[in-house]
């Protein structure tokens, strides 16, 4: 009797410390690397695409905290130059968006796929998942180096079996009314499409069992 009683207070114990657990479990944590299309550039603090994201998830009911990794201006170059710092945050996953800045500038398109390379090896070597975003070459830059850039997002997501959302700017590029005036930057609500858009790709991520 002894016996069973003690068992019984200890399936209770497991059970109760099981649950608080959860309860106390930190949020999950999504790292949104990237340029100013990340960072929110010329919105409201409270309008930019980390704000709305972790907005959006919450409202599903998804205990997250998104941190603001967006650097305006930032190139494949920069975002490897200050990924090890970063990751110091410990994301659970991280978001890549970058390249456009690049593609802008018209740099070398190996280059950029080898920053990126490089980039996603170190978010995969630190534990956390992936989520690539892709970017589109400017129609203006030549069918050589369209086809070489439009390629790399594509192929590294291959390469690393990491998940592709393939074009961040989706339903928003060309949109005169979804983005600001300089043609480049979405407005608020041209954010909330972008975000629209991603949820689905990253539920996806956050729901597949860890590798």
């Known amino acids: 009797m002894h016996r069973r009683l003690l068992a019984t207070l200890g399936l209770f114990a497991l059970l109760f410390a099981t649950d608080l657990g ?14 100013s299309l990340t960072a929110g550039y010329g919105l409201p603090e409270n309008d930019g695409f980390v704000p709305q994201l972790q907005q959006a998830l919450q409202q599903m009911g998804r205990d997250v905290t998104v941190i603001n990794g967006g650097l305006s201006g930032d190139t494949t170059a920069g975002g490897l130059s200050r990924l090890d710092w970063m990751l110091g945050d410990k994301p659970d996953l991280v978001i890549v968006e970058l390249g456009a800045n690049d593609m802008l500038r018209g740099l070398d398109p190996g280059q950029a796929k080898a920053n990126l390379d490089s ?16 970017m ?9 180096y369209q086809s070489k850039f439009d ?16 074009f961040f700017l989706d339903g928003v590029a060309a949109r005169p009314e979804l983005n600001q005036q300089d043609g480049l930057h979405p407005t608020k609500e041209g954010v909330a499409v972008i975000v629209g858009k991603i949820l689905p790709f990253l539920t996806r991520v956050l729901d597949a069992p860890a590798t």
């Open 136 to 144: 589109l070459s400017g129609r203006n830059m030549g069918a050589d």
């Open 151 to 166: 390629a790399i997002y594509p192929s590294l997501a291959q390469e690393h079996e990491v998940a592709l959302y393939p």
């Open 22 to 35: 959860k309860a106390m479990a930190a949020p999950v944590r999504i790292l949104a690397f990237g340029d």
């Open 119 to 134: 980039i996603i090896q170190r978010i995969k070597a630190s534990g956390a998942k992936v989520l690539l975003a892709g």
